[in-house]
């Protein structure tokens, strides 16, 4: 039986026998009127938080999650009722503060299981605000809890985030966690602060409806830094950010006193809001109650959000980079020629021996690159499970043991050179407006990008060459035809370009749904339902952008279509590159062959620029060429963008 | 229409269902000890799904100590759990880094042993040098490593 539900009925048992306590005093009181007995300790205290109005102040709804409802309540975010010492907590912020003045003072309980080991940010809060002296609460060993705060020994908290991994989408937002800093130099040994869903669904739909709708149960936990640190760092290949957060020591030690109070208590977790990203907010505002995130949110809560939040109220210094292991071997290759680069991927194939590793000539530096740099080829292929455990060890020991006779070389031969940080991006949220010209028709266009990076937005702060949008879309109007229509709406449009090397071997891929307004067969414009996907490879070009083939299958639906569908396989080539730091160009070509439906074929070229101006302004320039059966449709646009 | 969204959803479904996730699989005390195991590994369709969740799996755990007590435990210094638990995680970067000479898990684990920023330089050329007699074979267990370093640095 969980050890918080059998607490809960203690406290429960305990609150009716104290009430025949109270019963008894009261009889005796009406029987002897002489002795008249001071009214007990807790009760003085409810009086005085009652006249004060303390459940009406913002740290206790902060230290109770309480949102105020549309009917001028509260209701608190978190629905599991362990969270509560009154049966009415959720929407009752007296009734719970009482019942959390009252349960202070209940009689001992078992280690740990009381309401002052459970809820030791009340505790600290009320004791401040009613003055209660020390000597007045029963004495409780809380030995687990004192174990804890000596272990984690908290002087400082950074905010931690991890960036998304450029072929993995499920992490292409990033993530957000908080970890408390120590006395010690290394922060790997730091305690982390992580929120997270419990979910285990293998369905993919299942999982989606669920964490739409709040049905996973989320979590906090804690646990040392580094093995946050080996997961995402090492295994997922994804740079972290840390943000020192400017908080003073009692700060940081209220937000660890309520990170316990929220030990294995349970809330909803919506993968678009009440995620992890916004739940770590509750815990700076328990910091320091003045500050107001959680309630600066909007409709969803992306990481860089919650970044952007925390820089605007002054609470975060100057981003510290932590490059991935993927950087770190990029980094490492970068200083070996063509030549060196083979000789370390023999080394980690073991198809040489790291004795004669060595090539004639080549110096002791260069021996210990080529060295190190097999080293963290057999860890990534051991990760990857190329590697059987015993031959992952024998090899990697070989290696390393040969490596281990070189001597140290320089310190900072292989620092990564931090690339702008994530809170040097645009905003999250695209609004464009201009015009163009399509068939010499002029037009206005309006354009909403709710979420989250297009693949031609200015790069910095966000991975090259992805790209995640949802509900995009684009309104346009003729002024000259008075006609208003719907260019294009696209659900969802992710795509994902990564380059290939000797080290490497990514796909890259696309996915999209939604709807185009399109040329027809007969040339005539119609709107469609599109699902589109592809696969293909990418590389690096000469000038350092990213060149794409994407072999890709298109599916229509619309009503101008034999049979209202149309498909076909397709290809489509691009290049990507950032030309200077504010001109990103775009070439695409792609050709697609609806044999299914209604046959036809299209060929499209596409030049696109976009005008970095500042952080959150662009322009955007496209210019395309389109031929669908002997029909060519020309277009021109041009977009202001501000990002929000 | 409804029908292409069906299977366009239907797809999804399927495509999604290959995934397990397991994290936090201990897999020994000494080197090659995969913390994460199956992260890395998802079909994509699912992770697209999963792009919203910014999500880890499954762990609810306050256990600020994960526990090594299924591992020998070393010997020549006083028992530190901490120190224990992080060379147990730590053992693969640990080995290159102390055959590097260099590295922030080193310095950690050398910070950890006591020793002083003064002789930290020293401390680590000396684990360098003789990265022989810590790592002694490749069926190494955690406290060999520690009992080792603490021998070869006296």
Redesign the interface.
Same mark, same amino acid.
């Given at each position: 039986m969980p050890p918080d539900f059998l607490s809960r009925k203690q406290v429960h048992s305990m609150a009716i026998t104290r009430s025949a306590v109270f019963a008894t005093l009261w009889l005796l009181l009406l029987v002897s009127p002489a002795a008249a007995a001071p009214p007990s300790q807790p009760d003085l205290l409810i009086a005085r938080a009652r006249s004060m109005g303390l459940a009406s102040e913002r740290n206790w709804h902060i230290l109770l999650h309480y949102k105020k409802t549309f009917g001028g309540g509260f209701r608190s975010r978190i629905s599991d009722p362990n969270f509560f010492l009154s049966p009415q907590g959720r929407e009752n912020p007296e009734a719970e503060l009482e019942a959390t003045i009252a349960g202070f003072f209940l009689p001992r309980t078992g280690d740990g299981e009381h309401p002052i080991c459970r809820f030791p940010a009340r505790l600290q809060w009320l004791k401040d605000r009613l003055g209660i002296p020390p000597g007045d609460l029963p004495e409780t060993a809380c030995t687990e809890q004192k174990e804890?705060l000596q272990?984690?020994d908290a002087r400082s908290a950074v905010l931690v985030f991890p960036v998304g991994h450029i072929n993995?989408?499920?992490?292409? =937002?990033?993530?957000?966690l908080l970890r408390f800093d120590g006395p010690? @130099?290394?922060n790997?040994?730091s305690?982390a602060v992580?929120y997270?869903?419990?979910?285990?669904d293998?369905?993919?739909?299942?999982?989606?409806y669920k964490?739409l709708c709040g049905k996973y149960k989320g979590?906090?936990?804690?646990?040392?830094y580094?093995?946050k640190v080996?997961?995402y760092g &090492?295994? #997922?290949h994804r740079d972290m950010w840390e943000y020192r957060l400017r908080l003073s020591q009692e700060e940081v030690d209220r937000m660890l006193l309520h990170t316990?109070e929220l030990?294995?208590i349970s809330s909803q977790y919506f993968?678009?809001d009440e995620?992890?990203?916004f739940n770590l907010l509750f815990l700076i505002e328990a910091a320091r109650p003045t500050l107001h995130l959680s309630d600066r949110t909007g409709l969803?809560v992306l990481?860089t959000d919650t970044i952007e939040l925390a820089r605007e109220n002054g609470i975060v210094d100057e981003a510290v980079y932590r490059p991935s292991q993927g950087a770190r071997i990029v980094k490492m290759a970068s200083l070996l020629d063509a030549e060196g680069q083979k000789a370390a991927l023999k080394l980690a194939q073991g198809k040489s021996e790291p004795s004669k590793a060595a090539r004639a000539g080549a110096s002791v530096q260069q021996q210990?690159e080529v060295l &190190?740099l097999a080293? #963290?080829m057999v860890?990534l292929r051991?990760?990857? @499970?190329e590697l059987e @455990?015993?031959d992952?060890?024998?090899l990697?020991?070989k290696i390393?043991?040969q490596?281990?006779r070189m001597? @140290?070389?320089e &310190?900072d031969l292989y620092t990564v050179a931090p690339p702008p940080p994530p809170d040097a991006g645009h905003g999250t949220v695209k609004l464009g407006a201009g015009g163009g010209v399509r068939r010499d028709e002029w037009f206005g266009e309006l354009r909403l990008q709710p979420a989250f990076h297009d693949m031609l937005d200015p790069d910095q702060g966000y991975i090259r060459g992805a790209q995640?949008k949802f509900l995009d879309t684009a309104l346009r109007y003729a002024p000259e035809h008075d006609r208003l229509w719907l260019k294009s709406l696209h659900l969802?449009d992710?795509a994902s370009t990564s380059p290939r090397d000797r080290f490497f071997t990514p796909l890259s891929?696309k996915?999209a749904?939604g709807w185009d307004t399109e040329a027809m067969k007969d040339g005539r414009d119609s709107l469609i =339902?599109r699902?589109n996907t592809g696969g293909g490879f990418a590389a690096r070009s000469p000038f350092g952008g990213i060149l794409h083939a994407l072999g890709e299958v298109d599916?229509n639906?619309g009503r101008r279509f034999a049979g209202?569908?149309a498909a076909g396989p397709g290809v489509s080539l691009g290049a990507l590159e950032q030309v200077t730091d504010w001109w990103k160009l775009q070439l695409k070509g792609e050709a697609f062959y609806y044999l299914l439906g209604d046959e036809r074929v299209a060929v499209k070229g596409t030049v696109a620029q976009n005008f970095r101006l500042t952080r959150n302004d662009s322009v955007n320039l496209e210019l395309s060429y389109q031929e669908v059966e002997g029909h060519s449709v020309r277009e021109a646009t041009l977009l202001w963008n501000r990002y929000f | 229409?409804k029908k292409?969204?069906l299977g366009?959803?239907l797809s999804?479904?399927v495509?999604?269902?290959?995934?397990?996730?397991q994290a936090h699989t201990n897999?020994g005390c000494?080197?090659?000890t995969?913390?994460?195991q199956n992260?890395?590994?998802?079909?994509? %369709?699912?992770? %697209?799904?999963?792009?919203?969740?910014?999500?880890?799996?499954?762990?609810?755990?306050?256990?600020?100590?994960?526990g090594t007590s299924e591992c020998q435990q070393p010997s020549k210094i006083a028992q530190n759990e901490?120190l224990n638990?992080?060379v147990r995680?730590?053992m693969?970067?640990l080995?290159?880094e102390?055959?590097?000479?260099?590295g922030?898990?080193l310095?950690?684990f050398v910070?950890?042993l006591g020793v002083t920023?003064g002789q930290g330089d020293a401390y680590?050329?000396t684990l360098?040098?003789n990265?022989?007699k810590i790592?002694t074979s490749?069926?190494i267990v955690l406290a060999e490593v520690i009992d080792n370093s603490v021998a070869v640095t006296r």
């Open positions: 804890l272990t984690v993995s989408p499920a992490s292409m =937002f990033g993530h957000t010690t @130099k290394s790997l040994i305690f992580n997270a869903a419990d979910a285990n293998k369905n993919g739909l299942l999982y989606a964490g979590y906090y936990s804690l646990m040392p580094y093995l080996k997961e &090492d295994l #997922e316990l030990e294995r993968f678009l995620n992890c990203s969803w990481p210990r &190190d080293a #963290e860890q051991y990760a990857r @499970k @455990k015993d992952f060890n024998k990697y020991l390393l043991a490596r281990s001597g @140290k070389g &310190d995640i969802l992710i891929w996915a749904a =339902f699902v599916l639906a209202n569908v | 229409m292409l969204l366009f959803l999804l479904a495509s999604g269902a290959s995934y397990a996730a897999t000494g080197l090659g995969l913390l994460f992260k890395a590994d998802n079909s994509i %369709v699912l992770q %697209v799904l999963q792009s919203t969740t910014n999500g880890s799996f499954g762990s609810q755990t306050f256990g600020i100590s994960s901490k638990e992080f995680a730590n693969d970067n080995a290159k102390i055959a590097m000479g260099k922030e898990t310095d950690t910070e950890m920023p680590k050329a360098q040098a990265f022989n790592f490749d069926k």
